[in-house]
């Protein structure tokens, strides 16, 4: 009788192992990952972006306008186009998300910069990784990729935020 209860003791506890199994393993094929996910949204937001180079650049350009932008329409609109409200202002854009230290920066992360050299925040840019921003800054320039480390950009560095 001992040897029958043992087999379907034993029995039993396979077939909890393997349902257990079958459902984690299921359950990780169908979550995305949160990391997989900011990235394609980076890349999006990234690709968005691009659509707009050359696009002319306007100070205090109207808010959904795609005639003209200044830094902080185009962050407003680029990433509205994927579900994240951003404030107008790159000043108040410098308060949304996290936090994030110019040595972890990732793709789709905010960088703000005070070129004015005044102490406040002036200008916002999108990190595209391989040390290159997405932004508009001048008449004459438009929306472009400049390169980050040694820039203006970079001399002036406030802080950078994530906000995917």
Not at 107 to 126: A, E, K, Q, W, Y
Request: hydrophobic fraction near 35%; proline fraction near 2%.
């Amino acid at each position: 009788m001992k040897t029958h209860l043992k087999k379907k003791i034993g029995k039993t506890m396979l077939a909890l192992a393997l349902a257990l199994s079958v459902g984690v393993g299921s359950e990780a094929a169908f979550t995305p990952h949160k990391a997989e996910a900011a990235v394609s949204k980076a890349s999006q937001i990234i690709a968005t972006g691009k659509k707009y180079l050359g696009v002319r650049y306007q100070f205090g350009a109207p808010t959904g306008s795609t005639r003209s932008f200044d830094c902080s329409s185009f962050t407003q609109y680029v990433y509205k186009k994927h579900g994240i409200k951003l404030p107008r202002s790159s000043r108040d854009q410098a308060k949304s998300g996290r936090y994030v230290s110019r040595s972890n920066l990732k793709p789709g992360d905010l960088i703000f910069s005070d070129t004015n050299r005044d102490g406040r925040i002036n200008h916002v840019s999108i990190y595209i990784g391989n040390n290159k921003l997405l932004h508009t800054y001048r008449v004459g320039v438009g929306v472009t990729i400049s390169k980050f480390s040694g820039s203006i950009w970079s001399k002036t560095y406030k802080t950078a935020r994530r906000v995917i």
